[in-house]
T-cell receptor
Framework: KNEVEQSPQNLTAQEGEFITINCSYSVGISALHWLQQHPGGGIVSLFMLSSGKKKHGRLIATINIQEKHSSLHITASHPRDSAVYICAVGAYGTYKYIFGTGTRLKVLA | DADVTQTPRNRITKTGKRIMLECSQTKGHDRMYWYRQDPGLGLRLIYYSFDVKDINKGEISDGYSVSRQAQAKFSLSLESAIPNQTALYFC??????????FGPGTRLLVL
């Protein structure tokens, strides 16, 4: 079992839909990152969080430390949101970041 | 200009050749990382450096070496390239355990 698991692996949505991507992890963490990888390959950091909830524009990230689970929500999805979304956790007390395999999102117009 | 740059962006080489991938950053960050990405797998750490004099192996360092020439520069070398090193390579930086900043990636094909 991977230490970081994301679901779903692939997701197709219609423009305007509310989207949820999940990340579960099995290690103690110092922080959790959500990243966006564009179709061209570039990776951008979206959020870093260690508790609670953060919001940036139409994106919302939440984390439940007790349940070792995080979600990334996209409200009013748009075709430009099409990308791979990657969850990464910083393992507590180490240098190590563990990356999920990503969720490939396609938003149709 | 981009905060983290990588050169080359694409490279085709032959088995047995030595190649170098270069990374430069303008963020002033102390930590620099080299990752590789393969289809269906998460990013995997090759090497990391917390400052110029501190270089450490990651989980898949065999066949690779690195050099931190300055705080802003971190190079990855493939000593003798082999086909299973074909991958997308990313350099990343962070200040401590803060936000990651990734370079645009280098697509490497080893024939």
């Amino acid at each position: 079992k991977n230490e970081v698991e994301q679901s779903p692996q692939n997701l197709t949505a219609q423009e305007g839909e509310f989207i949820t991507i999940n990340c579960s992890y099995s290690v103690g963490i110092s922080a959790l990152h959500w990243l966006q990888q564009h179709p061209g390959g570039g990776i951008v950091s979206l959020f870093m969080l260690s508790s609670g909830k953060k919001k940036h524009g139409r994106l919302i990230a939440t984390i439940n430390i007790q349940e070792k689970h995080s979600s990334l929500h996209i409200t009013a999805s748009h075709p430009r949101d099409s990308a791979v979304y990657i969850c990464a956790v910083g393992a507590y007390g180490t240098y190590k970041y563990i990356f999920g395999t990503g969720t490939r999102l396609k938003v149709l117009a | 200009d981009a905060d983290v740059t990588q050169t080359p962006r694409n490279r085709i080489t032959k088995t047995g050749k030595r190649i170098m991938l270069e990374c430069s950053q303008t963020k002033g960050h102390d930590r620099m990382y080299w990752y590789r990405q393969d289809p269906g797998l998460g990013l995997r750490l090759i090497y990391y450096s917390f400052d110029v004099k501190d270089i450490n192996k990651g989980e898949i360092s065999d066949g690779y070496s690195v050099s931190r020439q300055a705080q802003a520069k971190f190079s990855l070398s493939l000593e003798s390239a082999i086909p299973n090193q074909t991958a997308l390579y990313f350099c990343a930086t962070s200040m401590g355990t803060g936000w990651f900043y990734f370079g645009p990636g280098t697509r490497l094909l080893v024939l």
